[in-house]
């Protein structure tokens, strides 16, 4: 992840298709990390409109992997300050600067 994606990030709830893909799937997490590889990722997803049916099927991938953005998630006060601790963490664990 680069500092410039971090103001971009989208809220939970957020609704798009990755490039190549034809399914719209839902973000349900952000700044994740792959157990096997310790990868971190920017986002997990599920399905759209199904929601999670096996966390087995929950997708990982980089802001730069999206293809199309269908809806923006709910942003508030709650939101903003929370994406702010991701901010400071991040620069925290030196992951940013």
């Given at each position: ?18 490039k ?14 792959e ?63």
């Open positions: 992840m680069k500092i410039e994606t971090l103001d971009e990030l989208l809220p939970l709830g957020s609704i798009v298709t990755l190549g893909g034809t399914k719209k799937i839902m973000i349900c997490g952000r700044i994740q990390e157990i096997k590889s310790h990868k971190q990722y920017d986002y997990t997803a599920c399905y759209y409109p199904e929601g999670i049916l096996d966390p087995h099927e929950l997708f990982l991938f980089q802001h730069e992997d999206i293809e199309r953005v269908y809806y923006v998630g709910m942003q508030d006060d709650e939101e903003f300050a929370f994406r702010q601790f991701i901010v400071d963490k991040m620069k925290e664990k030196g992951y940013v600067k």
